[in-house]
């Protein structure tokens, strides 16, 4: 992952420019990266503020053999409080796996 930049920068470029529609105010609350089976996974969390509601999402993404992936997941800020633990555990159960 660090082909692509540091933490930060790929964060705040995913969640502006790739994961959140147009015309929402995006921020980037946290960043984590982790190192599992010679993969380097950047885990971030992000609210995305629109005209009419706040979405709050959990990302990680990976690169491989030239491929990127990435897992993404969240809810209304409504929810968010019930939700957050479970949606982190499923972002950290994240991982890459050989065929």
Known sequence: MTEFGDIADVANTLAKEV???PGFD?????????EAGGH???EFE????GPRYTK???AVVVANDGKFYTL???ANEKRWGKM???????IKSFGL???
């Open 46 to 49: 992000y609210t995305a503020k």
């Open 84 to 90: 957050k633990n479970k949606l982190s555990t499923t």
């Open 56 to 58: 709050h999402s959990v």
């Open 40 to 42: 380097n996974y950047y």
């Open 19 to 21: 994961l959140t529609a």
């Open 97 to 99: 796996v050989n065929a």
């Open 26 to 34: 995006v921020n980037v609350v946290s960043t984590n990266k982790r």
């Open 72 to 74: 993404t997941t969240g």
